[in-house]
């Protein structure tokens, strides 16, 4: 027999037997039986908006996997641009799949020169990254016109320029930031040294990245190319659902990660690090947490109840990156928080681990990324995931978002002439 849960309206006795189905109960069910009364969840926090193939998140058994891939395994042996394809199509590419991937991407990464001349050297000099990239990106769909064709042919032109433009834009918009000049996409390189080199080359013919650190960004690219339905991926379908075209709706998943409750955490930790100052400092500053006069930014997380599986790869990641650049200074200190934080209860008990956030932000400081480019970083592997939500959306046919409220405002009352007021 299926699992199911029986309701009764006490108000007239009535009651129905609704089916348990993939972990959930369909509420239609009961619409039927409650017309009018709607679920109170304003944060969404116990609803499910969708129903989704691309990435499972268990955080009370603290595992993440892309199509069924346990991201431990992913992060060890794939690269950012296998994962991508993995999640847009669903399957692991075959060879000759995955060639004709990397060179479709490849060869779309250079943007329309308008896009560079008139619109991005448009900002002004201090424009933050992020800015120009949400704005940039929207600006896009004026480029493409047929983008707004959401045939499954004209969509997939449009994905691989995303990903493939993401690197470049990001670039871009950091280049400017400094003013220095734009570099150009290099199509001999890989997708993280390429972005790497239109980051850091100056006067160079060619830059070769260290592939150590290469590989480390490729691995973070792995790790944030997907979390389920966050707030960024949830704006993406908001946005998609009402068929806008792939620019704008990543343009509206990129502003929502722009929030520094959502993109900005690692952000928070180099700042917490940076505010604690000294090995020394780290118990007062823990004993502050447990008064709740500070936070703890980089532990615990909305879904995981237990490690954040990306952690641990992040952490390792951490080590191989320090070899090649030396430590960064703030690193002792957040090795020292988390020894204390993890044999104190207080922590413990309340299901409170460092998560993705509490190593990232080292080690893009460390390999010379400004803080301002943090938000950045996440937003170029996450066009991936945001993408394959889009596509899944439209492939299910999904009705327009349009969630219902309560309302809590006056009731009924007349209109009073201004001057009578």
């Known amino acids: 027999m299926a699992d199911s849960i029986t309701i009764t309206d006490n108000r007239t006795g009535e009651s129905l037997e609704v089916p348990i189905l993939d972990g959930g109960i369909d509420a239609k069910a009961w619409s039927k039986l409650l017309p009018g009364i709607w679920f109170h969840d304003p944060s969404f926090g116990a ?98 016109p047929e983008a707004r064709d959401l045939t499954p042919d004209v969509v997939m032109k449009q994905v691989v320029r995303l990903i493939a433009k993401m690197p470049t834009l990001a670039a871009g918009a950091y280049r400017h930031s400094v003013g220095m000049p734009f570099v150009y996409p290099d199509n001999s ?5 390429n972005f790497l080199s239109m980051m850091w080359k100056t006067a160079e013919p060619r830059y070769d990245a260290n592939p150590v650190l290469a590989r480390a960004l490729d691995v973070l690219f792995i790790l944030h190319a ?21 620019y704008v709706a990543t343009a509206a998943a990129t502003a929502a990660l722009y929030g520094p409750r959502h993109g900005g955490a690692n952000e928070a930790v180099i700042r917490m690090l940076t505010q604690i100052g000294s090995i020394d400092a780290v118990p007062a500053y823990v004993e502050r947490v447990k008064q709740g006069d500070v936070r703890l930014q980089g532990f615990g997380h909305r879904v995981y109840k237990n490690y954040d ?72 592997p996450r066009t991936a995931g945001w993408l394959s939500h889009y596509m899944e959306l439209l492939d299910q046919d999904s009705r327009i978002y ?11 009352r007349d209109y009073t002439p201004i001057e009578r007021r």
């Open 189 to 193: 390189l890989d997708f993280a040294a």
């Open 226 to 246: 997907d979390h389920e339905q966050n707030c960024s991926t949830t704006a993406m379908r908001t946005v998609g659902s009402s068929h806008a075209d792939p």
């Open 47 to 144: 609803t499910s908006g969708a129903a989704s193939s691309i990435t499972e998140l268990d955080g009370e058994a603290g595992f993440l996997r892309y199509r069924g891939y346990p991201i431990e395994q992913l992060a060890e042996s794939s690269s950012y641009l296998e994962v991508a394809y993995l999640l847009i199509h669903g399957e692991l590419p075959t060879p000759e799949q995955f060639e004709a991937w990397r060179y479709e991407i490849t060869h779309h990464t250079f943007i329309h020169e308008n896009v560079r001349k008139r619109f991005m050297e448009g900002f002004h000099h201090d424009a933050h990254p992020m800015g120009m990239l949400v704005s940039t990106i929207a600006a896009l769909s004026t480029f493409y």
């Open 402 to 412: 349009r969630p219902r409220q309560l309302y809590v405002g006056h009731p009924v």
């Open 309 to 380: 599986p990306r952690a641990r790869i992040i952490k390792k990641t951490a080590d191989e990156v320090f070899e090649v650049t030396g430590k960064n200074p703030l690193l002792d200190i957040a090795l020292k928080l988390e020894e204390v934080a993890l044999s104190d209860s207080y922590f413990t008990d309340r299901k409170l681990y460092p998560n993705v956030d509490f190593y990232s932000g080292l080690i893009y400081q460390a390999m010379g990324f400004p803080m301002d480019m943090f938000t950045v970083l996440f937003a170029i």
